[in-house]
């Protein structure tokens, strides 16, 4: 228990200057409390830590009162990590540092829960009797020995605008991202969906389509690298994953199924994957079944049903699900499997998936389109295709955040006035750049200089969000203690550390293909 948070007129506020402090070995705490302020070339001696340790330091700044009713407009997702938080009721005080609530994963709201749980204190209770300040902290890991001083930015370090000298972003992004898949492949060749560092623990929670994607992106990594134990585990993936989802509906049919059960989009994702997979031989039954899928939920209207079933939830996530459908659909008949629709079938299914979203745009629809048109004026030379991807990612472009953001939000995709679009997110920043990679590659083919470099800033811009995003070093996971199991991946946002499977996948596919069109020559100008 600390003093009030609220001093009297004219007297100093004991709170400000105060430091939270937290030793940890290996990541795990070991003793933290708020001291007295103390220099942080002497704070190691100060809390007694070891030349092997690291300590978490927040250093309280200035301190404000916040209104009960003012609760939601000061503490919210965007300054987490940034501001601290008091909350006092009962004579009870409890201070929350902000690397503190990094390392918890904790959110404003659910702290305030847990410290009226902890004490039985109602709602009511609280409005009636407590008390909330907000406070500013400087941010700083310092090792146990004292000589390593680094300042943090919201519990990491952030990324420059630009990089540096010889840096590769794409690159240092795509082999973090390998060799974290490698770590966490496990013998039967799952990876895990979804894993929250702050508890060291694996979520059940799970999805067919995100995981096919990974077994997509890793084998697309291997070939590009060459490497055979990437590859190796990229098979192992798709075995897995097919064996799990994989079912014979009949007729010629194969679909993924899933409790909820089974979607368009899993389908062409899981067809998509063996036609990108070393092990892809294995799977001609699969893949063939696969293809007579997709090809029976073609819609005259839409463009494609979005369920083999329940039918209830037909036509839900069409924006995503059309996309992997006509994207699967391009690269069938690029490549001229069995059951590969005709160009005029991709033709058909095109426009009306074009004049469906001219009805009602989405950004969710993009990048797959985006990658679905690429795909096919690779395959026709029609400049319809090139066009329509103009014209959706000059409709994207301007949702990029990047002026008057925390220096750490820099390049995420959100539009705050369409809040329905969805949420900021690792994984739709990573699906994005997949889109404007194919995007900035038709805009050089054409010869279109100004749309080839206004995509080519926001793929930098984006990989410089990816690459805040992703477990760098021990400064990103001061606080985890099975680090292998993080390094590499992909938090979901700044201010929330959890590592999903998708964020991973999209984020190293987005990064493959600008490694290979780097590698590529100048394409020549199209019909």
């Known amino acids: 228990m ?206 067919a389509i995100r995981r096919f994607l990974a077994s997509l992106a890793l084998a697309r990594l291997g070939r590009l690298r060459g490497d055979a134990d990437l590859r190796e585990a990229a098979g192992r993936n798709l075995r897995f994953n097919l064996k799990r989802y994989f079912r014979d509906l009949g007729d010629g049919r194969g679909a993924i199924v899933e409790e909820a059960g089974a979607k368009l989009g899993a389908a062409a994702l899981a067809g998509l994957a063996i036609l990108e997979s070393p092990a892809g031989d294995e799977f001609r039954t699969e893949l063939g079944m696969l293809t007579a899928g997709v090809n029976s939920l073609v819609h005259e209207e839409y463009g494609f049903r979005t369920f083999f079933f329940p039918a209830e939830r037909d036509g839900q996530n069409w924006n995503f699900y059309s996309g992997e459908a006509l994207l699967f659909w391009a690269e069938a008949l690029r490549r001229r499997i069995p059951g590969a629709p005709s160009p005029e079938q991709c033709e058909e299914a095109f426009a009306r998936c074009r004049d469906r979203h001219r009805r009602a745009r989405n950004p969710a629809f993009i990048p797959w389109h985006t990658q679905a048109c690429a795909s096919l004026f690779e395959a026709t030379g029609q400049r319809a295709y090139a066009d329509f991807t103009f014209e959706m990612n000059d409709w994207l472009l301007p949702m990029q955040q990047w002026e008057g953001l925390p220096k750490d939000l820099r390049g995420r995709f959100f539009d705050p006035l369409r809040p329905d679009f969805g949420p900021p997110h690792a994984a739709s920043t990573g699906a994005y750049l997949e889109g404007l990679a194919d995007a900035a590659a038709l805009a050089r083919a054409v010869g279109d200089r100004g749309r080839a470099a206004a995509y080519g800033r926001a793929i930098e811009r984006g990989l410089r969000s990816l690459r805040q995003l992703q477990f760098r070093g021990a400064e990103d996971a001061f606080y985890v203690s099975k680090r292998w199991r993080v390094m590499g991946a992909l938090r979901v946002e700044a201010y929330d550390n959890t590592i999903r499977l998708d964020s991973a996948a999209h984020a190293l596919a987005a990064a493959v293909k600008l490694l290979r069109a780097r590698d590529q020559p100048e394409p020549g100008r199209a019909k």
């Open 2 to 207: 600390i003093g009030s948070p609220f001093p009297t007129a004219g007297m100093r506020d004991e709170a400000a200057g105060t430091t939270w402090y937290c030793v940890r070995r290996g990541g795990a705490a070991r003793r933290s409390g708020w001291i007295p302020e103390a220099p942080l070339d002497d704070l190691h001696r100060r809390v007694e830590a070891r030349p092997e340790d690291s300590i978490e330091v927040s250093m309280a700044g200035e301190f404000r009162p916040v209104p009960r009713e003012r609760f939601s407009k000061v503490f919210y997702n965007r300054v987490r990590g940034r501001i601290g938080m008091e909350i006092t009721c009962r004579g009870e005080t409890e201070r929350l540092a902000p690397t503190r609530m990094m390392a918890r994963n904790l959110s404003f709201a659910r702290a305030l829960e847990r410290f009226c749980e902890r004490r039985n204190i109602a709602r009511e209770e609280f409005a009636a009797r407590g008390a909330l300040r907000a406070f500013s902290a400087r941010q700083f890991l310092v090792s146990g020995d004292g000589r390593r001083v680094t300042e943090l930015f919201r519990g990491s370090v952030p990324v420059p605008p630009n990089p540096a000298p010889g840096e590769d972003r794409a690159g240092d992004l795509a082999d973090g991202i390998g060799r974290w898949m490698l770590a966490n492949t496990g013998s039967d060749g799952s990876l895990p969906y979804k894993y929250w560092p702050s508890r060291g623990e694996g979520s059940p929670a799970d999805n």
